[in-house]
């Protein structure tokens, strides 16, 4: 089992539509979570964390975590063609030395206008 | 402007040619990460950094060398590329990293071919 899951996609989403991006994660005491998008060609760019059970929103932006299920999700509202890109799942799991993140494979989104 | 420098952008060598990719930034960040980054494989970390001196080895180590003199720098230093080190470089720096984690500022990447 990999430790960060994401469906690789393509998800396909009309403009204007809420787009849903899942991730599951393996070590359940994991504490920090973010989502990173990333063009192609680009680097990755950090949209959100979020460290506690519920939602976080930031503009067009939900974050939502829930533990005990080990999963986490990003709500994008109002899909815009400019928000096509990978999205990145990534997880600090606990007991490592030093400070590791491990990324997802990513979602590919593609918002049809 | 605040940001992680990567350099060289694109780089074509040779088996065996000795190679550094250099890395820094600007924001004062204690802790920086390099990253290889494969198709369906995702982002996995080479080396990181906690300070000035003190590294360890991420999950993918083998055929890579780093080194931490200062704050700003992070080099990535293959002694003896192969082919199969053919990939999408990055390197990230964080801010907090004994406490939490407020996510990586990555550089603009550097797309190595070793042929």
């Known amino acids: 089992q990999k430790e960060v899951e994401q469906n690789s996609g393509p998800l396909s989403v009309p403009e204007g539509a809420i787009a849903s991006l899942n991730c599951t994660y393996s070590?359940?005491?994991?504490?920090?979570f973010f989502w990173y998008r990333q063009y192609s060609g680009k680097s990755p760019e950090l949209i959100m964390f979020?460290?506690?059970?519920g939602d976080k929103e930031d503009g067009r932006f939900t974050a939502q975590l829930n533990k005990a299920s080990q999963y986490v999700s990003l709500l994008i509202r109002d899909s815009q063609p400019s928000d096509s890109a990978t999205y990145l799942c990534?997880?600090?799991?606990?007991?490592?030395?030093?400070?590791?993140?491990?990324f997802g494979a990513g979602t590919r989104l593609f918002v049809k206008a | 402007e605040a940001q992680v420098t990567q350099n060289p952008r694109y780089l074509i060598t040779v088996t065996g040619k000795k190679l550094t990719v250099t890395c820094s930034q600007n924001m004062n960040h204690e802790y920086m990460s390099w990253y290889r980054q494969d198709p369906g494989l995702g982002l996995r970390q080479i080396y990181y950094?906690?300070?000035?001196?003190?590294?360890d080895k991420g999950d993918v180590p083998e055929g890579y060398k780093v080194s931490r003199k200062e704050k700003r720098n992070f080099p990535l230093i293959l002694e003896s590329p192969s082919p199969n080190q053919t990939s999408l470089y990055f390197c990230a720096s964080s801010l907090s990293p004994s406490t939490r984690n407020y996510g990586y500022t990555f550089g603009s990447g550097t797309r190595l071919t070793v042929v």
């Open positions: 990534a997880v600090n799991p606990p007991g490592r030395r030093g400070f590791k993140t491990i």
């Open positions: 979020i460290y506690s059970n």
């Open positions: 070590d359940r005491g994991s504490q920090s």
């Open positions: 950094s906690m300070n000035v001196e003190v590294t």
